[in-house]
């Protein structure tokens, strides 16, 4: 009854198998590998386009490097006040950019809308020198709070952005159970939508540690390979990243994979909302649900074993009630029963 | 008719005397020299204790060199969303602290309430190491909105924050003002209220260029001078930023200064609200008036030779209707009945 | 005949197989796991005495974020111009530090001696607070040279350094090497020589990515968790970094694998020292020969298949021409001997 | 017999009148005033060019800014061992560059030479993305050692660089004692040798607090704005620091003042080097005498009154015991032979 992340989970089979196929003799160190070569080019497919592709092992890292290319450091990143680069990654986005600032921005389960940016933009208007100005905008797909953009709705913030003349990066931690959950193709979920940049995440759906960033306009890539190599973020044994993404990537493991959890959570939530007094917060469209249970039932859950953590929404006067409750490619449906029955129990 | 800025009003001609007056003859470098060591002495006179002071020349540089002694790098600032250090310094303060976040708080006319902080906090929970830490609670004697806090509200927000183990830095951009605007005592404003750093503006306020950062714990200093230093923010003849507050705060010369801008604005905000179609947005505590005029209106005034800037609320969604009207120690009873007279003709 | 790196040989098969068993089940995230903590006790054992230990990914990053914890951001770090860095971290320290400067001194072999130190600390001295502080004094061990310092040179290193105020950090991304190569305890070569900090590097020696940073006092780890959060070098799946480390130190592996790739090179520096016009730089004692070959010989090799790079020595007028062979645990002794044959062909 | 610093002189009549006159009601505040817009024109006359100019209170901001804008955050700063930027601005421009590294090298009297810096690229070089990418090259002009470059070695180091792919910046603190040692124009010691930015200094020779940044390709002035804002060095009353270069660059007074004292000095050190037991280290050629006294010769004359600063060098076994002698607008033929009279009694 582990509920508690996606990052409990250890790796897919598949993934620790192509990490000991890869262990094959000698090969180029930082990179210059045969296989890390064919695994950018297997982006560049997957994204039917010409992109520059880098290799990571956190999420945290892909973000932060990402946002030091794409913004000057006294520049300011718009994004939502739940985003993890906001919330969670202990003022790495600064760190990685020298110090560029971020404008938290609210909006339901995670999403933005253009009239929020606008309205946020407005209220942060351009006095150079004075105001940092603008210069990205964030986003995540799928969100923090389990919710899922559009094709459309992707494009629409584009525009906004662009328009006002910031670029935008998606943080794509669950950018997989965001295309499993929509039948979209990546392509559209990202790129063709006007995203600049994109993050997408192995970590938390069956890789050991495998994080790529994804620049659809290779000139905009600059810099990046120093700015990685100084923050100790090149691997030296860069084939060990490259061999995940190549399993990841193969047959549509990575889809596989996610849909498994997003059904999952699907049944959880399912069965959770038909339970008195258990309340589901958002929508559960990939791997993440969000709810409220009756005053001392988590704690007894949890004496019986299930691991969730509670879920802090800024300004909710709820904060700290709801509780978040990850499945993930290992989850089972038995779990999924065992922890319902437990839930009707104490309920 | 000049309300753009105290900034626009030059120096008191007993802040250029004392100037001329301390080019007398070599002084040692960098603070070394007898006049910087008197005023220094000065500050502690006026706060009634032993402090550590340290000059710079601007604004910004004192509350960015004094957030970066208050904050580890990954730290978190919270401060109001309209105050200085998030609105104004083009993230600055993210750059002197070496990349720590700031986080935006809503509140009316500039002023934090103790449960405001404490919801922001409760919305930020401490996490470690995944939310960067809270460290500091930054507020603004008198605010960028004109309003004044009590000495009370001062130490409701203090105890807030130390409860919480923040330390508490105050933007006293126009403090004089606040000073002069209540009649407490810079130490009922400041220090007895709970704060622990204070940077005390002189500029704004009929000096050429000086700022001081006051430590009233003295052992919280710690490396102000390195950073003071490596910023570029150690004067070599720093006689001469001493000599500008030496007279500043002779004989209350600060709060001379401040009573006259504070008593223009009151005179103009009260003309002001009897005239048809202007809306005077907070109280005038201070050399600040926050005003509405009628479509059209600042345009023509403007055209009439007068000098004011819009002023932008987020979130508000009259954002850039709003004007702010700024009085100094150069305002004349004179100037300002001219400019009402105008305004009484074009509305 | 791949000389080119220890980073280019993979991963030993035990480091693998310790990663595929730590592959079980779901367990907490972010080192909350129990592996992660029994194999920090196991550091502990190692090195006879408790000390606070992290895990990291690549060496850059272990160095980086150990002395951004050892110095302030204004501070100096004196180490040896051919340091990995100074030389091979684009700027990383600097970049970790936030703003530390580093000073190259000169020496042998990429070894300091305490005189050298004495002489470039008088060269820079105390003069707060115009020069940046010294802080730190960064040694490598072995050396970047393929040098091992006795536990009494490093010992007489650390005194000088204490002395002067210093705190003294190891970059141990060869420590093994050094270990086998003298059969010192891991604490000789180490705490017990006054070291405050030690990266212990496991990547160029048989691990896939697993670097650990053991701070002797606990104390002062201080803020490090923080620090490695912001930087995103927090795996959030840490046991397979805990799993490297656990096979690596079982058994003496670490030393094993070490001991091997030691022999390797000195089977290569003693037949290449015996071919005429080939002339081997220092004394190999670990897993590096450094080599100058006859004006076009290094061509021919390459032809032939044989992979190795150029050596740059600062400040050497020979500055190109001399190469580094590096051996690893994969090496075996016909890898030397066709590689022997081959220069012999062509010198 | 003050020789300690030409920042302990004060500021010239001429400049105080300047400012005195120049606070003459109300004028836009940052610089948008027409006295900043007058003086920024008068450089472009100065410079024989079109120049972007902007302005600053200290050294130390302006070469950290100036370096800003010309490297990258891990590029390399190739610059003279005892250069300012490397030994007294306590790692300010690593602050200031967002982590940028400084390689110091050695040559005579604080010049640099082609052959030097060409040595110093050899022994660190492109290695994308492992070493810093050199960047920027650096030079003083007059340098720290009293030295003046000729508009020839200016341009074989500016060509030296360029030809590598880095370009130049000149930290003019005593460009004005160069001009005027020189007779050169001010653009053949700057501009036409092929300096990118020159950093102009007026503190040291007579103004109050007031350097000049002069990029003299204006579309690499890039977004300097922004980063003079956001370091707090954005003056609100910028007038103030124009109206002291207004003064100062009026009917040549900055070269008037610069002669003065390039005359004291080279009395002075005529007068020491026929002094038995006396050293004159480096040519005089501006304002700076480089001096050994006999065994506690400079103890005694500090007894008697005078006032100077040892001078340590690094690599240089007498490091401390040589003294540097400052001479100013404001020292008098009296005060050097009062001075002499002195040192002949004690010797």
């Known amino acids: ?3 508690a992340s996606d990052n409990w989970a250890g790796a897919a089979p598949e993934i620790i198998d192509a990490i000991t196929r890869a262990n094959d003799g000698p090969a180029p160190a930082y990179g210059g590998d045969e296989l890390t070569r064919r695994v950018e080019a297997r982006f560049c497919e997957i994204f039917e386009r010409d992109c520059k592709v880098y290799f990571v092992a956190t999420g945290g890292a892909a973000n932060g490097l990402a946002l030091s290319v794409m913004t000057p450091p006294y520049g300011m990143i718009v994004c939502h006040e739940e985003s993890h680069i906001q919330m969670d990654e202990c003022a790495g986005p600064e760190f990685f950019t020298g110090g560029a600032k971020l404008l938290p921005v609210a909006g339901p389960a995670g999403k933005l809308t253009p009239q929020a ?3 946020a933009l407005k209220g942060f208007p351009e006095r150079p020198p004075h105001g940092a100005p603008a210069s990205v905008l964030s986003l995540t797909q799928a969100t923090e709070c389990g919710a899922v953009y559009s094709a459309d709705e992707l494009k629409a913030l584009c525009d906004t952005a662009h328009q006002a003349g910031l670029k ?20 559209a979920l990202s790129c063709d939508a006007g995203i600049e940049v994109l993050c997408v995440g192995g970590t938390k759906n069956g890789c050991l540690a495998a994080e790529a960033i994804v620049f659809f306009d290779p000139d905009q890539a600059q810099d990046f390979e120093f700015r990685r190599k100084r923050a100790g ?12 993404f190549d399993a990841y990537l193969k047959d549509g493991l990575w889809l596989r994979l996610a849909t498994h959890a997003n059904a999952r959570a699907r049944e959880l939530s399912l069965g959770l909302s038909t339970i008195d007094g258990v309340e589901v917060s958002y929508p559960t469209e990939i791997n993440e649900v969000f709810v409220t249970f009756p005053d001392g039932a988590a704690e007894k859950l949890k004496e019986q074993g299930a691991e969730f953590y509670p879920w802090v929404t800024p300004g909710d006067p709820a904060a700290g009630r709801m509780n978040r409750l990850i499945t993930s490619f290992r989850t089972s449906a038995e ?10 129990g104490v309920c």
Chains 1, 2, 3, 4 share one sequence.
């Open 1 to 3: 009854m582990n509920f």
């Open 117 to 119: 940016v606008t309205k």
């Open 168 to 187: 935008v990066h998606l943080d794509g931690a669950r950018f997989a159970n965001a295309v499993a959950a929509t039948g979209a193709s990546p392509a």
């Open 233 to 244: 973020h090149l691997w030296s044994k860069m084939r060990f990243i490259a061999a995940q």
């Open 335 to 344: 779990d999924v029963q065992q922890f319902l029955s437990c839930v009707k």
